[in-house]
């Protein structure tokens, strides 16, 4: 029972040992840590993600592509006809958007 | 009409658009292009391993790449008003709107705290 505890194993050799496994299971092996960049390489790929954000424009129709499908249905969106509306009378009472600077 | 940015992208469609939002966008199809391009100086220019000449190579092409391929200039912005303050995450909504939205019943699971 002694003998097992006298004979541990050196430090070079567990140092063999991590290296070994670490080849074994595909990880990385830097035991001082010396600054390598494989952070950088081992990270994913941020892009796809980061597009995404405002949406896919394909995910969903819009009123403006109905619109475009079926002319012959003549569709009117109420929204727009109302936002028309109020910019008309705006402009007769005087009061539409500044014009825009050309300089 | 000529296109404000150097690079044609399609405009979102299921988001409150403003001239704000757009350079976003163009930011983010830009940074989602040169990624590759980036990722890999970026790793030359840390690599201590390397030679210092060719890290400060790596560094200075990566200085001169445009700002609008740098994942850092990338705002989360508020996709119902164009806002980029007090942007939550969860929603992507900023607060003013989520709470609009959220009294409306537009989000679903979400009602007025009290416990």
């Known amino acids: ?103 | 009409m000529v296109f404000r940015f150097p690079v044609k992208f399609a405009i979102p469609k299921h988001a409150h658009v403003n001239t704000r939002v757009l350079r976003d966008q163009h930011k983010r199809v830009q940074f989602a292009e040169h990624e590759v391009t980036r990722n890999a100086l970026r790793y030359i220019a840390r690599n201590t391993e390397l030679q210092p000449r060719v890290r400060l190579e790596a560094q200075l092409q990566l200085s001169t790449m445009p700002a609008y391929t740098s994942y850092t200039t990338i705002k989360n912005r508020c996709v119902g008003t164009g806002k980029a303050r007090s942007v939550l995450s969860d929603f992507k909504l900023n607060r003013t709107d989520f709470r609009n939205k959220a009294r409306n019943g537009s989000i679903p699971g979400v009602k007025v705290a009290s416990w």
């Not at chain 1, 950088?40 to 403006?64: D, H, Q, R």
């Open chain 1, 1 to 103: 029972m002694s003998s097992i505890l006298r004979k541990l194993p050196t430090k070079e050799r567990l140092q063999q040992l991590k290296k070994l496994s670490s080849s074994i299971f595909s990880e990385t092996y830097n035991p001082t840590c010396k600054r390598n960049g494989g952070q950088i390489l081992k990270a994913e790929l941020k892009g796809p993600e980061v597009l995404k954000y405002y949406g896919e424009n394909s995910s969903m129709p819009t009123f403006k592509d109905f619109k475009n499908w079926f002319p012959e249905l003549k569709l009117v969106d109420p929204r727009e006809t109302h936002r028309l509306k109020y910019i008309a009378i705006r402009k007769l009472r005087n009061k539409g958007a500044p014009k825009k600077k050309s300089s």
